[in-house]
């Protein structure tokens, strides 16, 4: 294997003008803007469970920062810093180059300094600590959604679980369908602009990333309250819609997980404004139902009937 700090300079080591000290010392110096609050994530992806071991390096670059900025989008941070650990079962050049620049495309896309991280032999895994800033008392928190608030969603949900599923030959779509759904599997975009404009409008928000009955339940535990949930409102991407009739792809509706949208509370008085922020990020916001002071997410069909079929998103230890 190349020298573990020539790996490092080679792949890893970028100018960082947004930091005091970057990649190369045994920290990095971080100045967070006066008056702000410091927001730290961190995401892991290990091969096997997260992607498949055969992704291309480039879009896995691109997911490991881009599901990491997902999170301090749902806070309405600011990214500002990342870190970078990471295990190689080898040092292949090519992986790394095109790993190395799916990464940095992210990173540049959303103005984020690597500065620093890990590096070892080991099966393929990597994990970002990412740091970004957070206006005091404007985070958007999960813990904070209220009685009446309208819950909203961006984007559209289930492509990612519907080009999971195309992948591994549990559903046969057409070409088109099949590259939207892998783009989004495997590119997700998070909505970090979208969480930053909903700062002090939003009450709650949280990133989609195991589905959107989990996620949302997330919400509803953490503000002891409830949720009625249209299900005809919900968004589906446009390749699922036609498949709704069939339960394992109202399955990816509902509990699919790595869509990376996310799922936001707010009062109904700001309505306009946050139709306003849909036309703006030319994002769709749609709205999908409404924050309950009794407890329990209760999913209603057309006629305003409870469905049945609730189910759980991924948990990894379930
Ligand atoms: P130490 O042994 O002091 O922990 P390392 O040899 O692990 O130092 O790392 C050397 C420098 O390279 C450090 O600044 C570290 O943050 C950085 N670094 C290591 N791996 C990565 C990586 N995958 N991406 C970015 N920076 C890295
Ligand atoms: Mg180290």
């Known amino acids: 294997m190349a020298s573990e700090f020539s790996l490092i ?26 008056g702000m609050e410091l927001a730290v994530s961190t995401d892991m992806l290990v091969a096997g469970t997260h992607f498949l071991p055969d992704t291309d390096p480039r879009k896995l670059g691109w997911k490991t920062l881009a599901v990491n900025l997902s999170d301090l989008a749902a806070m309405g941070a600011l990214p500002r810093w990342a870190t970078l650990s990471i295990a190689l079962p080898e040092a292949d050049e090519a992986w790394l180059t095109a790993f190395a620049d799916g990464l940095f495309k992210c990173a540049d896309q959303f103005q984020v300094e690597l500065v620093g991280g890990d590096t070892t032999r080991g099966p393929l895994s990597m994990s970002i600590s990412i740091m970004g800033e957070s206006s005091p008392g404007r985070a958007l928190r999960r813990d904070q959604a209220r009685s009446g608030d309208d819950i909203w969603v961006s984007g559209t949900l289930g492509g990612a679980a519907l080009g999971l599923a195309q992948l591994q030959r549990r559903a046969q779509l057409n070409e088109m369908d099949a590259m939207h759904c892998r783009r989004a599997l495997e590119t997700p975009q998070p909505r970090v602009a979208l969480g930053l404009a909903l700062r002090g409008i939003a009450h709650a928000a949280i990133d989609i990333s195991d589905g959107l009955l989990a996620d949302l339940g997330h919400i509803l535990e953490q503000s002891s309250a409830g949720a009625e949930i249209h299900f005809e409102s919900l968004p589906a991407h446009p390749a699922l819609s036609p498949l709704l009739d069939q339960a394992w792809a109202r399955h990816c509706l509902l509990a699919g997980g790595d869509d990376y949208e996310l799922c936001f509370t707010a009062s109904t ?14 994002l769709p916001l749609q ?24 189910q759980a998103g991924y948990d990894h230890f379930a």
Not at 18 to 24: D, I, K, S
Not at 296 to 301: A, I, Y
């Open 269 to 282: 008085s700001r309505q306009e404004e946050i139709v306003a922020i849909g036309l703006e990020l030319h």
């Open 9 to 34: 300079t080679r792949y890893f080591t970028r100018t960082t003008p947004n930091a005091v000290l970057g990649v190369g010392d045994d920290a990095a110096l971080l100045a967070i803007t006066p």
């Open 287 to 310: 709205r999908i139902g409404s924050i309950t002071s009794h407890a329990g997410l209760r999913l209603l069909d057309s006629s305003g009937h409870l469905m049945p079929n609730q």
